[in-house]
T-cell receptor
């Protein structure tokens, strides 16, 4: 079966622009996560969805970042007024459920470069 | 809440062994281990659950000390394919499936 997919694979934008990053989770997975990974660092938690609702958005760095999952499947991470410090790889992961011990499966990531 | 991993980096020859440690300041339900190769997504290796149950997909072993809130990953007779960065992701007992990954341990296996 298909894994987690993310589009675009690479995104170059200018400071101040708006970007949208898309994540398509594994079919049937109800939980979806967004992470940000800077060079040489581990994935940094941003937000977690259970179904359509954001169960935990405590990792979003500020109000320029927003994510939605309107139908409980595909999710979009939206970044307004991008800054150079937003440059990173944005990873999406999904898991079958919310329970403790559920394995998260990662997508290939979107490499965002803000010039 | 971010766990502490050690060492930060290790270089091995093929066939040598390595241990990677992960410790948390909070009570844990489980610890997940992932490996990430350069330019690729993290890939699940193993999960260790409270109570001792261990689930994994590769010939890599691990331990989980609930009292000490620590986990160790054991790579024995390392192969070239083991090279990559290893991350631990502890699940806190009171934070369902909300993982904060460690900074990673970079493992390089040389021929």
């Amino acid at each position: 079966g298909a894994g987690v997919s993310q589009t675009p694979s690479n995104k170059v934008t200018e400071k101040g622009k708006y970007v949208e990053l898309r994540c398509d989770p594994i079919s049937g997975h109800t939980a979806l996560y967004w992470y940000r990974q800077s060079l040489g660092q581990g994935p940094e938690f941003l937000i977690y969805f259970q179904g359509t609702g954001a169960a935990d958005d405590s990792g979003l760095p500020n109000d320029r970042f927003f994510a939605v999952r309107p139908e409980g499947s595909v999710s979009t991470l939206k970044i307004q007024r991008t800054e150079r410090g937003d440059s990173a790889v944005y990873l999406c992961a999904s898991s079958f459920g919310r329970g403790l011990g559920e394995t998260q499966y990662f997508g290939p990531g979107t490499r965002l470069l803000v010039l | 809440q971010q766990p502490v991993q050690s060492p930060q980096a290790v270089i091995l020859r093929e066939g040598e062994d390595a241990v990677i440690n992960c410790s948390s300041s909070k009570a844990l339900y489980s610890v997940h281990w992932y490996r990430q190769k350069h330019g690729e997504a993290p890939v699940f290796l193993m999960i260790l659950l409270k109570g001792g149950e261990q689930k994994g997909h590769e010939k890599i072993s691990a331990s989980f000390n609930e009292k000490k809130q620590q986990s160790s990953l054991y790579l024995t007779a390392s192969q070239l394919s083991y090279s990559g960065t290893y991350f631990c992701g502890p699940e806190l007992i009171y934070n369902n499936n909300d993982m904060r990954f460690g900074a990673g341990t970079r493992l390089t296996v040389k021929p």
